[in-house]
């Protein structure tokens, strides 16, 4: 969470030097933050949101670092890739405990299993589907505007980092994770959904 605040407050820094005048957030709602209280709901929001959804804004920042020319800026990003990479490394090993050490039964720790593989299948097959979206048609430039050098990713470019970070990194943890669980059955070892590359 500190991590994340920085992240916010360093943003908001560079959103105030190029606007010229102060910006800030407004009110966060709560009303549904951390509903998650079982183990099971809580092992999917990390694979949704830590798994997949760090690595991918690992990904997507240490992009944005690269393209960059603005010093601060990249100095900035290159906080937040390494912060999102390790916040990815963290839920990765999360779930690997989850399904080894905190289900109570064999049937339990089974069904977490069954849903973490649903999981990263189901992100799989989204990948793919919007592969062949962005292969369809061509994505329209973001009003013109070369975000990137700026370190702000364009729209056009985020199916592109994601379906990357799917396939090179993400699917292949997956797979390594889940087949190498002592005792799981040839039908819970069986490899992840792969997208199309």
């Given at each position: 969470m500190a991590d994340e605040t920085r992240h916010a407050r360093d943003c908001f820094a560079l959103a105030q030097r190029y606007l010229g005048y102060a910006v800030g957030p407004g009110a966060l709602p709560m009303h549904q933050a951390l509903q998650e209280t079982t183990l099971e709901e809580i092992v999917r929001l990390?694979?949704?949101?830590?798994?997949?959804?760090?690595?991918?804004?690992?990904?997507?920042?240490?992009?944005?670092?690269?393209a960059t020319v603005d010093p601060d800026v990249k100095t900035v990003l290159e906080k937040i890739?390494?912060?999102?990479?390790?916040?990815?490394?963290?839920?990765?090993?999360?779930?690997?405990w989850a399904l080894t050490e905190a289900a109570s039964t064999g049937d339990a720790q089974a069904r977490?299993?069954?849903?973490?593989?649903?999981?990263?299948?189901?992100?799989?097959?989204?990948?793919a589907v919007a592969s062949v979206i962005v292969e369809g048609s061509r994505a329209p430039?973001?009003?013109?505007?070369?975000?990137?050098?700026?370190?702000?990713?364009?729209?056009?470019?985020?199916?592109?980092?994601?379906?990357?970070?799917?396939?090179?990194?993400?699917?292949?943890?997956?797979?390594?994770?889940?087949?190498?669980?002592?005792g799981a059955s040839d039908q819970e070892t069986a490899p992840v959904a792969r997208a199309n590359a």
């Open positions: 990390t694979v949704r949101e830590g798994c997949i959804g760090e690595t991918c804004a690992a990904l997507e920042a240490a992009e944005a670092c690269e890739r390494a912060d999102e990479l390790r916040h990815a490394e963290l839920a990765w090993r999360f779930v690997s977490l299993r069954r849903m973490v593989r649903a999981e990263f299948a189901s992100a799989a097959e989204e990948v430039a973001d009003g013109g505007f070369d975000s990137l050098p700026h370190g702000v990713v364009p729209n056009a470019l985020l199916p592109e980092i994601r379906r990357r970070a799917m396939l090179d990194i993400v699917l292949p943890c997956a797979e390594g994770l889940l087949s190498s669980l002592a």
